[in-house]
């Protein structure tokens, strides 16, 4: 079948090239779980991958319900309007859609500046308008993206969720998880777990290499801060919170996740696959000590 014809399938079109890259869209580790919402076809190729928190209310009902984070995390990816392709949890990795299926995961209509429609939502970033409005955050944004003007100038498309894949990262809290620093709120386990769905995408696409210091690797923040920043949407205080990579004390380890593709690009996505693993099991080991 032609390059054309398959559209974005195409990207995962040539995967016995690559004997461990994600084939027809689904990964070759990541749990899957049921997904029974109906996703549209992506129009282009995947592009990135973008990395989310859960919001903490995933915990307290986890605590009201007497179930793991993990089981009520994917009961609502299943049916929420905003959704997910990925959710590294507290016990493992899931997979709920084919990244080939375009899933709404960074709205573009609501944040600072109230309701503007998608177009001109980019517009105020093009404009240079969003960094006015958010000048501490911008100062950090931009000493993450030296180079780049906006956050719409990070990838190709008109719009995040064309573009990118979602992961969703659970974060510890109310007695929940397990985090190796006490500003952060996610396990070594999930930042690895970043890595090898970044690497697994960059073998089916094609990426280049040295990717993860890119646009192809970004975060909620990174995409629409509009609505990301300081608590509720009000980003004077500059802290970015999805999932809390620009912030004075950060809650992820960016550069941690970066490392790990990069050791993962040496050591094989099975390899890699094989420590998440072992990282999971001593997790729940710790948890049941
Ligand atoms: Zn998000």
């Given at each position: 079948?032609?390059?054309?014809?398959?559209?974005?399938?195409?990207?995962?079109?040539?995967?016995t090239?690559?004997?461990?890259?994600?084939q027809?869209?689904?990964?070759?580790y990541a749990?899957?779980?049921a997904?029974?919402k109906?996703?549209?076809r992506?129009?282009?190729?995947?592009f990135?991958?973008?990395v989310h928190?859960?919001?903490s209310g995933?915990?307290?009902r986890?605590?009201?319900k007497?179930?793991?984070p993990?089981?009520i995390?994917l009961d609502y990816?299943d049916?929420a309007?905003?959704s997910?392709?990925?959710?590294?949890?507290h016990?493992?990795l899931?997979?709920?859609?084919d990244?080939?299926?375009?899933?709404?995961?960074?709205?573009y209509?609501?944040g600072?500046?109230?309701k503007?429609?998608g177009?001109?939502?980019?517009?105020?970033?093009?404009?240079?308008?969003w960094?006015?409005?958010m000048?501490e955050?911008?100062?950090?944004?931009r000493?993450?993206w030296?180079?780049?003007a906006?956050p719409?100038?990070?990838?190709?498309?008109?719009?995040?969720?064309?573009?990118y894949?979602a992961?969703e990262l659970i974060?510890?809290?109310?007695g929940?998880?397990r985090t190796?620093?006490?500003?952060y709120?996610?396990s070594?386990?999930?930042?690895v777990?970043?890595?090898?769905v970044?690497l697994?995408l960059a073998?089916?696409?094609r990426?280049?290499?040295?990717f993860?210091?890119?646009g192809?690797l970004?975060?909620?923040?990174d995409?629409?801060?509009?609505g990301?920043?300081g608590?509720?949407?009000n980003?004077?205080?500059?802290e970015?919170?999805?999932?809390g990579?620009?912030?004075?004390e950060p809650?992820?380890?960016?550069a941690?996740?970066?490392e790990w593709?990069?050791i993962?690009?040496r050591m094989?996505?099975?390899e890699?696959?094989?420590?998440?693993?072992?990282l999971?099991?001593?997790d729940?080991?710790?948890?049941?000590?």
């Amino acid at each position: 079948m032609g390059r054309s014809s398959r559209g974005a399938a195409l990207c995962f079109g040539e995967w016995t090239r690559y004997p461990r890259a994600m084939q027809e869209g689904f990964s070759n580790y990541a749990e899957r779980v049921a997904d029974l919402k109906r996703d549209k076809r992506r129009d282009g190729d995947v592009f990135g991958l973008a990395v989310h928190t859960s919001g903490s209310g995933i915990l307290r009902r986890a605590r009201e319900k007497g179930h793991s984070p993990d089981k009520i995390a994917l009961d609502y990816y299943d049916s929420a309007t905003y959704s997910t392709h990925f959710v590294a949890g507290h016990e493992g990795l899931y997979q709920l859609t084919d990244v080939r299926e375009h899933v709404k995961h960074i709205g573009y209509t609501k944040g600072v500046d109230g309701k503007l429609s998608g177009s001109q939502r980019r517009a105020w970033y093009h404009s240079g308008k969003w960094a006015e409005s958010m000048p501490e955050f911008a100062a950090r944004w931009r000493a993450a993206w030296p180079g780049k003007a906006s956050p719409s100038s990070l990838h190709p498309g008109k719009y995040p969720n064309g573009d990118y894949v979602a992961i969703e990262l659970i974060p510890a809290g109310l007695g929940y998880g397990r985090t190796f620093g006490e500003s952060y709120r996610y396990s070594l386990a999930q930042h690895v777990a970043v890595a090898l769905v970044a690497l697994e995408l960059a073998g089916a696409c094609r990426w280049p290499d040295d990717f993860e210091h890119t646009g192809r690797l970004a975060s909620h923040e990174d995409l629409g801060p509009h609505g990301r920043v300081g608590p509720a949407g009000n980003p004077r205080d500059g802290e970015g919170w999805d999932p809390g990579r620009h912030r004075a004390e950060p809650w992820i380890a960016w550069a941690m996740i970066q490392e790990w593709i990069r050791i993962g690009r040496r050591m094989g996505i099975d390899e890699l696959a094989g420590l998440l693993e072992v990282l999971y099991e001593a997790d729940a080991d710790a948890v049941s000590d």
